[in-house]
């Protein structure tokens, strides 16, 4: 059996794995150290580590490309964005993960480069302002407006124009959407949320087919020193071995919680894709409650982040930086793997509670 005609879920299982040989262990050891003997691969432990490999082998292989692990999702990004000559245009959704549209300010005004922000689900809009860019950054789905870009269709018209398409599939994943097959050069991840998927690691990575693009990437790497840790590496293969059966039972119990929220006559909106584990909504009683609501859940934990085991939620406008046309009362829920009626009870009284 060819490894290409694998699924994702044996994939995650299976790939990344030492050879067998009489002896060997199952899983890839975590190698602690800051150097190596001459000779071989890497010198150095900013140059490389045994269990960066593991993770990046695994990686590859569910996004279809050559892996490159990072310390953060966001120094991966960092790293794509050291690669755009300098006053050239971005693009990017008007509601990017925060901190990257932090990054992105930040640049733009340093006159790094000139930033054009779009509604990512308005194809027409991102493929006009995609014309001369360097880079088109594309979430989808956006966190946490949850809205859905057209990756392929901006894909084939960008690389018309020579314009590289990045996703951020960090709410996706690899078993829900492969943007390397659908015509991106770029995937980035943050796998401190559901790749690792337990709420103990920061971590990220950037996947790519192009050669060159992986060798300059490496070299960023290197040079900012944005390297990841041979534990965290260890840590997110172990989480990858059970990501379709986490994602699996959390997205089946957000499928069920949306429509529960939808049916509420104290839910003012629930947003929810169909896919991933995310749901944005807003209760009829207003923003104050909501503040309130997520402070007092007994079950679910008011928490940032998310992609874990365990439910999280918070009303994302409380961070300074949030774009304004995100909802004042706008809360974002992370569904874990819980019981969903257990999950269901505890959202329902916290409404209840400050309704
Ligand atoms: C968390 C997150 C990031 C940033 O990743 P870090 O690992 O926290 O640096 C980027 N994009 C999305 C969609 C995220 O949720």
Same mark, same amino acid.
């Given at each position: *059996? ?66 490159? @692990? ?78 859905? @870009? ?13 314009? @590289?398409? @990045? ?14 097959? *659908? ?12 790749? /690792? ?18 060798? /300059? ?13 041979? *534990? ?60 309130? *609501? ?25 961070? /300074? ?31 209840? /509670?400050?309704?």
């Amino acid at each position: *059996m060819h490894r290409h005609d694998l699924s994702a879920s044996t994939i995650a299982v299976s790939a990344g794995r030492p050879p067998r040989v009489p002896g060997g262990p199952l899983n890839a050891p975590i190698t602690f150290a800051s150097a190596f003997i001459p000779g071989g691969e890497s010198e150095y432990g900013r140059h490389g580590n045994p269990a960066w490999e593991a993770f990046e082998s695994v990686l590859g292989e569910l996004e279809g490309g050559r892996a490159l @692990a990072f310390s953060s999702g966001t120094s991966a990004a960092t790293a794509l964005f050291e690669l755009v000559p300098t006053g050239a245009a971005v693009v990017a959704p008007i509601h990017s993960y925060n901190g990257t549209l932090t990054q992105l300010h930040e640049r733009s005004r340093k006159k790094q480069i000139e930033l054009r922000l779009v509604d990512i689900s308005n194809t027409a809009e991102v493929i006009s302002a995609a014309e001369d860019a360097a880079l088109v950054w594309i979430e989808s789905p956006t966190n946490p407006a949850l809205e859905i @870009a057209d990756i392929e269709a901006i894909a084939t018209e960008a690389s018309r124009s020579g314009t @590289a398409v @990045a996703v951020d599939n960090t709410f996706a994943t690899p078993l829900r959407q492969k943007p390397l097959d *659908m015509g991106a050069d770029f995937v980035v991840h943050s796998a401190s949320k559901l790749l /690792a998927g337990h709420s103990d690691v920061v971590l990220g990575a950037i996947v790519t087919n192009s050669g060159r693009a992986w060798r /300059a990437l490496e070299s960023r790497r290197r040079t900012l020193g944005a390297i990841p840790g041979a *534990m965290e590496c260890w840590l997110t293969t172990r989480g990858i071995r059970t990501l379709h059966v986490r994602l699996d039972r959390a997205e089946a119990n957000a499928r069920e919680l949306h429509k529960r929220l939808n049916a509420s006559p104290l839910v003012a909106e629930s947003r929810y894709p169909g896919f991933s584990t995310i749901i944005a909504f807003e209760i009829a009683a207003g923003p104050d409650a909501a503040q309130t *609501m997520t402070e007092q859940s007994s079950l679910i934990t008011y928490a940032t982040s998310l992609g874990g085991v365990e439910s999280t939620w918070e009303r994302r406008r409380r961070w /300074a930086g949030e774009p304004t046309t995100i909802p004042e009362g706008l809360v974002r829920l992370s569904v874990g793997i819980e019981d969903v009626d257990d999950l269901w009870a505890d959202i329902r009284q916290a409404i209840e /509670a400050v309704s």
